[in-house]
Structure formats: C-alpha cells, structure tokens
C-alpha cells in the first residue's frame, strides 16, 4: 500500500492513503528547541510521541511510554541501523539507503530480500512537486503502520538531528 506525505518535512505533514486519498495521520513537531514528535490519528486523537531527550529519549505509543533504546534499539551503538519488534512479535531492521530514504527488512531476511516497507523521498518536476514523499508498506504489515510510522519519524529525525550535529540517543 502506498502511503504518502503532504509536505517536504516528514516531521510536519499529514499522512494519506495515496489510493483512497483519505488521512490516516497527522504528524507535528514544534520548530524550537529539542521539542516531541506527536502523532495523531484521523480522529485527532495522539497515539504517538518521541521525546528525543538527551541522554534518554522516550517513546510513547497508544498510552504506553518506555525509553527509545528499549523499544527501538541500534543495532550496535556506533550503528544508524534500528530494530523495530512489532506487536505480532516479529523483527524486523531499519537501513538508510545513500539515498536518503530507509528501507525495513525482517531480521532474518537474506541480503537479496526485498523491503517489506519503503521510503520515497518527494519528486521534483520542473519548478513543479511531482509527489511529496511517502512509504510503500507490505499489506500484512498495515495493521501495525501506527508503530511503523513512528519508528520511521524517529529514523528521519535523528538523519536530520545527525546532520546538524544534535546529539540523540
């Protein structure tokens, strides 16, 4: 399923199904300082949150907080790699590609495996927005794209905090 995003800033958008145009989510985050992430739902409701906090980052989500490094934890602490255990148990690993975009694989998966999610990065036509970026998801994986989303923003945030060398954890 192609899930797509209503502006450049993935940390600031609304997020769509491309096919039925409907919301699925909304994502905010404040401009100042080191503020959350918030997630909403289409019903306005929040049901998710990264509090990118140095030295302990939280994560908050549908009511149940824990620390960033339990629920989404490096591969090893020099890597940019996250592993992301969904409720249905599976693992499944987070990869930057030079591109910019992520990719998240099972754990397990062989090194020829395709994606089972994929991010795009917005296309460009001649002073003109082809399409803003997005995800494809993995249809048996849309029962879980709430922690999937999440998982990404806190991916792309800390691409972005690395580059103008914010320190998180």
């Known amino acids: 399923m192609n899930v797509g995003f209503t502006s450049f800033d993935v940390l600031n958008t609304s997020v769509i199904d491309e096919t039925k145009e409907c919301l699925l989510f909304e994502v905010s985050t404040p401009k100042c300082g080191h503020p959350p992430t918030t997630i909403k739902n289409a019903a306005g409701e ?5 509090e990118p906090k140095f030295p302990k980052a939280k994560i908050t989500l549908n009511g149940y907080t824990t620390a960033l490094s339990e629920w989404l934890p490096k591969k090893n602490p020099m890597a940019t790699e996250r592993i992301l255990t969904l409720p249905n148990g599976k693992v499944y ?23 089972v999610v994929e991010t795009h990065n917005a296309q460009l036509r001649l002073f003109k927005v082809k399409r803003y970026g997005g995800m494809c998801v ?3 994986l849309m029962p879980f794209l709430d922690a999937i989303l999440l998982s990404f923003i806190v991916c792309e945030r800390e ?8 320190a998180t954890t």
């Not at 975009?101 to 397990?108: E, G, Q």
């Open 138 to 140: 993995d249809l048996d």
């Open 159 to 166: 691409c972005q905090d690395r580059a103008t060398g914010i």
């Open 93 to 115: 690993i987070w990869k930057q590609k030079w591109t910019g975009s992520f990719k998240l694989f099972p754990i397990d998966a062989p090194k020829d495996a395709e994606p």
């Open 46 to 50: 929040v049901i998710g949150e990264y």
